[in-house]
């Protein structure tokens, strides 16, 4: 039937939306994938589900059928496959006060609670708890669209219970300023009112992030590399690492029991354009001096051999591609904005090559600012940003004699990049023979963006430079790959082993390579978990509720909310519905239909357009005559039946499935 049709494609697209999230985005976590897919499939197959005589074979819906479950069962197979993990036990996820006894029975431990982070890349937040009280350290973002909305949102971390506790919150410690760190202090900071512990150049962002309002409010507490801070129950140390951003740290917590070392992003490198190296004696001398409880290390790159690539090298790549570049060309240049070494070095080789360099986008002129004030940036002589700013350029510098910097690597929808791949960018025009070089890779979830963007601009005739790509070296990794993680431990050698920053992939990988080099304990949490760190290794004592909200707008909601669901049918067209009736119920007046993104009905032909307004008016008869013939129908009643039986005819006719917006006026 018509409506079996409608309740199975509903539930195709619930679970094509799943898959595609476990694929590319990594919004169901891991542990919840296998419930998730065999929930689906049993929904799908129930006999409610489908309709009593099964599709023929040459029915469109029965393709459908048989490819969506075969695609439902190799995922469930693959996950089957997967392995099991540390703790494949159900657990309990307690309430607010219930969690918070458990962190009071171990007053001597160190307790570790991943809020986002674990099992995802993006959206760091971890709590650690001591003596009943609580240390956060970061408090990200990470951006996904909204089903078929190609605007990326931020999502953040859902803080219900650290904010049911903020009194015992003795702080917010920032590892560095990269967004998936620090991006959600703008949106949740005014619910904690706590010290914020972080370098100058992250204090900088910070401010330039947060509204007037929201920056007087900030309790910024700078900090040095190597500085030790004391709170009530807390003591811990900055401890400096090499990352793809100034200013980074990992954080090191002095306990009466040992040390536990949280690496925050880190790489091995040694030739670093911004800062000194890695000093990896020094972390050698902290594993032989103290008692390493546990190691919680960044994961991403934990699948991939061999070495991180050092910043001296991508300068000097970046350096060969541009000296190809003929003269007259246009020269765009996008990365991190964040990314102050690749800022510094292409603004260094812009002067070098007499071209004059220009930023473009928002969030550059922020990281630029932020850079100038900390003295990164001393090629642009304590300039304003605003004078090297693109708009500023206009007629004062021809723009083929520039070097623009400008932001979009990841295809942003509104970023200056996208603008001039689809020619409207109000003064960076493309054309054949100019040159975009990509100083960065796809973050995972975002590669659909950028292929479209650099599609576009090929489709301009404009040179791409992509690092890998002909040889070209123009970006390294920020994070460590598996010869830089043996390093670490093999210096720290820690009791434990806590593997985050990743997806279950990158931590699964983690923990193998921890394991072949000796070490004992090792766990892969999942955001919620309550962790005890202890001299014996780690165990999960309980659990706490966690998930995302979507900012939108001035809103935070839930990802499940009615508004975003509401948003999402859109997409697919509406069809609007007037209805006046009488008090006793009878209409008073024909029902109106009209929509909008549905059919455009220059699009049919003749026949097609006589043939759909009389099948139309045939559904308007049969919805006055349900109306009619139904004494004192609730509004609900009214309104499903006119969905039902409006959509059967977009469906038949079109292979359509709008939303409805009935209006019912009681005269």
């Known amino acids: 039937s018509t409506r079996m049709v409608f309740f199975r494609s509903a539930h195709v697209r619930a679970g094509l939306r799943t898959l595609s999230n476990i694929h590319s985005r990594a919004r169901v976590s891991a542990h919840q994938v296998t419930p998730l897919l065999a929930a689906h499939r049993a929904i799908f ?134 967004d998936d760190h620090v991006g959600a202090i703008q949106y949740l900071y005014s619910q904690l009112k706590c010290p914020i512990y972080c370098t100058k150049f992250a204090a900088a962002l910070i401010k330039a992030k947060c509204q007037t309002r929201e920056r007087k409010a900030l309790d910024l507490r700078i900090v040095d590399s190597g500085e030790r801070i004391q709170t009530e129950s807390f003591d811990f140390q900055f401890q400096y690492v090499t990352h793809s951003i100034p200013e980074s740290n990992a954080i090191v917590f002095h306990t009466d029991k040992g040390t536990i070392f949280h690496t925050g992003d880190w790489k091995n490198d040694q030739q670093p354009t911004i800062g000194p190296p890695l000093d990896l004696d020094a972390l050698e001398t902290l594993g032989n001096t103290t008692n390493v409880l546990a190691v919680l290390g960044d994961s991403t790159n934990a699948t991939l051999e061999g070495t991180s690539r050092y910043e001296a090298e991508v300068r000097q790549g970046l350096r060969d591609q541009l000296l190809k570049v003929p003269e007259g060309s246009l020269v765009a240049a996008t990365c991190f904005a964040s990314s102050v070494s690749r800022v510094k070095a292409l603004v260094e080789i812009a002067l070098e090559l007499n071209r004059v360099p220009a930023f473009a986008g928002g ?59 689809n020619g409207d960018h109000p003064l960076l025009h493309l054309k054949g023979g100019d040159v975009v070089l990509f100083s960065s890779r796809a973050i995972p979830g975002n590669e659909v963006e950028v292929d479209r963007i650099v599609h576009k601009l090929r489709m301009r005739n404009v040179k791409v430079i992509q690092d890998g790509v002909d040889g070209a070296v123009t970006h390294a990794s920020g994070h460590p790959y598996k010869q830089d993680l043996r390093e670490l431990l093999t210096r720290l050698k820690p009791t434990s082993l806590i593997p985050v920053h990743g997806e279950f992939k990158h931590q699964e990988a983690h923990k193998e390579l921890a394991q072949q080099l000796g070490i004992e304990h090792t766990h892969i949490p999942k955001n919620g978990d309550i962790l005890r760190i202890a001299p014996e290794g780690v165990e999960v004592v309980g659990a706490v509720g966690t998930g995302q909200l979507v900012v939108d707008g001035s809103f935070i909601r839930p990802v499940e909310s009615k508004t975003l669901q509401e948003r999402h049918d859109l997409v697919r067209g509406v069809c609007f519905v007037t209805l006046v009736i009488d008090a006793k119920g009878k209409p008073l007046l024909e029902p109106s239909v009209s929509s909008k993104g549905v059919v455009d009905m220059d699009e049919l032909t003749s026949s097609q357009s006589r043939h759909f307004k009389s099948q139309l008016k045939r559904k308007v008869s049969e919805i006055q005559s349900y109306i009619t013939t139904h004494d004192q129908l609730e509004d609900t009643a009214i309104r499903s039946f006119v969905e039902f039986t409006l959509r059967s005819l977009y469906v038949s006719l079109f292979g359509l499935s709008p939303s409805f917006m009935v209006q019912i006026i009681r005269a």
């Open 45 to 178: 197959t129930s006999s409610s589900c489908l309709a009593s005589k099964p599709p023929s074979s040459d029915d469109p819906s029965s393709k459908i059928t048989d490819d969506f479950l075969g695609l439902l069962d190799a995922t469930l197979s693959e996950q089957s496959k997967h392995g099991k993990r540390d703790d494949d036990v159900s657990r309990d996820v307690l309430d607010h006060n219930a969690a918070h006894k458990i962190v009071t029975q171990y007053p001597n431990d160190t307790l570790f609670i991943p809020l986002g982070g674990s099992e995802q890349i993006g959206m760091n937040c971890n709590l650690y708890a001591r003596n009943g009280k609580y240390l956060m350290v970061d408090l990200g973002i990470y951006l996904d669209n909204l089903g078929g909305d190609n605007s990326l949102y931020p999502f953040v971390p859902d803080l219900d219970y650290v904010f049911a506790h903020a009194d015992k919150l003795e702080g917010l410690v920032i590892t560095h300023a990269h």
């Open 363 to 421: 969030s550059m002129r922020r990281a630029v600012d932020a850079a100038q004030r900390c003295g990164y940036l001393p090629e642009l002589e304590n300039k304003s940003v605003t004078s090297f700013m693109a708009e500023n350029m206009v007629g004062k510098v021809a723009p083929r004699d520039c070097l623009f910097i400008v932001t979009g690597c990841q295809g942003e929808e509104n970023a200056a990049l996208t603008r001039m791949a």
